[in-house]
């Protein structure tokens, strides 16, 4: 098994563009840290391979919704009820997702001691805190839960104890112009982080953030503004030392995500919480994206999942989507064993266009997105699907 992937469902409040499921209530937070709990012991023997033993956990990560609004004894609890049932890399890589308001929230300390330092105790060894912007106007338009004040003084702490972090931002916000961009690449650059994870602002449907714009009262984002702020991401990233080893995410060497890294390569996971997926390499879970329904079934000892067998026009599909996003590209050896002649002949046919376009290029039999193509990958990606292969 590669990891673990833990789904904390709750909020301080909700980000005007955020579309993943989470609840600003916590009035079953206590009721939902025992649901995990048991759904982790529920599901572990999901992976066990009897002809290798147990599968080893090399990754457990804390996302959400936002994961530091737990105190740490819950933290703690769930990472122990981990250990006590599966089998556990010797040094794995465990992430915690945070916001800055928590990490600067004494509420949350057991004890006088920093935060970083009780995180450190119990086992997180990597952070990946929700910057987004060190703008003002920027935090609030998108409603964020912590102030500029807040992410400076949170980095600047968790770089005391942590030497793994990561951090996110968002480009392509209306307004932002390529200079104030640019300062907030350099500000985030200013705190020694050797890991940003960066998107550009979505507009979901059904989110604040499209209500907002469907009244005019925040401006549309451009994808003119978009492209330039990516390109200058990576231009920016890379003078210092990053490799753009996926479309979102930049790391020096030895600070990529392990955990994100599984997922892009292929190897299984375990979702634990509402809304968590799961993939054994065959197969495909998720479970219900709904807190009460979610608690209702391990209360009754039901996994609350739905599961979907892929086909080989799935995986094959999967494997151009994150194959193209990452820095190892699609082998087209791989496309030829693994899924057979028939669609290696119609990836070359497909991607011929971008080849010819710059978008593409072919090295040593591994097909990539050139510069010029990066910020076009998901689209590309689209193009090279195999539709209707398989009933």
């Given at each position: 098994m590669s990891g673990i992937y833990?789904?904390?469902?709750?909020?301080?409040?909700?980000?005007?563009?955020?579309?993943?499921?989470?609840?600003?209530?916590?009035?079953?937070?206590?009721?939902?840290?025992?649901?995990l709990a048991k759904e982790i012991v529920m599901r572990k023997n999901e992976f066990f391979d009897s002809a290798q033993g147990d599968n080893v956990v090399e990754t457990i990560y804390f996302g959400g919704g936002t994961p530091s609004v737990l105190q740490i004894s819950e933290l703690r609890f769930l990472i122990n009820t981990i250990f006590e049932n599966y089998k556990v890399a010797e040094n794995p890589e465990i992430t915690l997702e945070a916001n800055p308001d928590d990490l600067t929230d004494l509420s949350l300390r057991a004890e006088s001691k920093s935060i970083f330092e009780e995180y450190r105790e119990i086992g997180i060894n990597r952070l990946s805190i929700g910057i987004q912007s060190f703008y003002e106007e920027d935090l609030k338009m998108m409603n964020r839960a912590h102030n500029s004040a807040e992410a400076k003084k949170c980095l600047e702490e968790a770089t005391k104890y942590f030497d793994n972090i990561s951090l996110d931002l968002i480009y392509g916000i209306p307004g932002m112009s390529d200079e104030m961009w640019k300062k907030n690449i350099e500000t985030a650059l200013s705190f020694g982080i050797p890991h940003i994870s960066s998107y550009a602002l979505t507009v979901e449907p059904k989110t604040?953030?499209?209500?907002?714009?469907?009244?005019?009262?925040?401006?549309?984002?451009?994808?003119?503004?978009?492209?330039?702020?990516?390109?200058?991401?990576?231009?920016?990233?890379?003078?210092?030392?990053?490799?753009?080893?996926?479309?979102?995410?930049?790391?020096?060497?030895?600070?990529?995500?392990?955990?994100?890294?599984?997922?892009?390569?292929?190897?299984?996971?375990?979702?634990?919480?509402?809304?968590?997926?799961?993939?054994?390499?065959?197969?495909?879970?998720?479970?219900?994206?709904?807190?009460?329904?979610?608690?209702?079934?391990?209360?009754?000892?039901?996994?609350?999942?739905?599961?979907?067998?892929?086909?080989?026009?799935?995986?094959?599909?999967?494997?151009?989507?994150?194959?193209?996003?990452?820095?190892?590209?699609?082998?087209?050896?791989?496309?030829?064993?693994?899924?057979?002649?028939?669609?290696?002949?119609?990836?070359?046919?497909?991607?011929?266009?971008?080849?010819?376009?710059?978008?593409?290029?072919?090295?040593?039999?591994?097909?990539?997105?050139?510069?010029?193509?990066?910020?076009?990958?998901?689209?590309?990606?689209?193009?090279?699907?195999?539709?209707?292969?398989?009933?």
């Open positions: 833990i789904h904390i469902p709750f909020c301080k409040q909700a980000c005007h563009y955020c579309d993943f499921h989470f609840s600003t209530s916590m009035k079953k937070k206590d009721e939902m840290v025992l649901a604040a953030l499209s209500k907002l714009i469907q009244t005019g009262k925040i401006a549309e984002p451009q994808d003119e503004t978009a492209s330039s702020h990516f390109m200058i991401l990576v231009e920016m990233l890379q003078q210092n030392g990053f490799i753009h080893y996926e479309l979102s995410n930049f790391g020096k060497e030895n600070y990529f995500s392990k955990n994100n890294s599984a997922y892009w390569l292929g190897k299984k996971y375990i979702g634990i919480g509402p809304s968590a997926h799961s993939y054994d390499g065959k197969k495909r879970g998720w479970n219900i994206a709904n807190n009460a329904l979610y608690l209702k079934s391990i209360q009754n000892n039901q996994l609350p999942v739905e599961t979907e067998t892929l086909t080989v026009s799935h995986r094959y599909n999967e494997y151009i989507m994150t194959g193209l996003r990452t820095i190892w590209g699609v082998s087209l050896d791989r496309i030829e064993n693994e899924f057979g002649k028939e669609y290696l002949d119609y990836l070359k046919k497909q991607s011929q266009r971008f080849l010819n376009d710059d978008l593409l290029s072919i090295e040593n039999n591994i097909l990539k997105p050139t510069l010029k193509g990066k910020f076009l990958t998901d689209g590309i990606a689209s193009d090279l699907f195999y539709l209707n292969l398989e009933e």
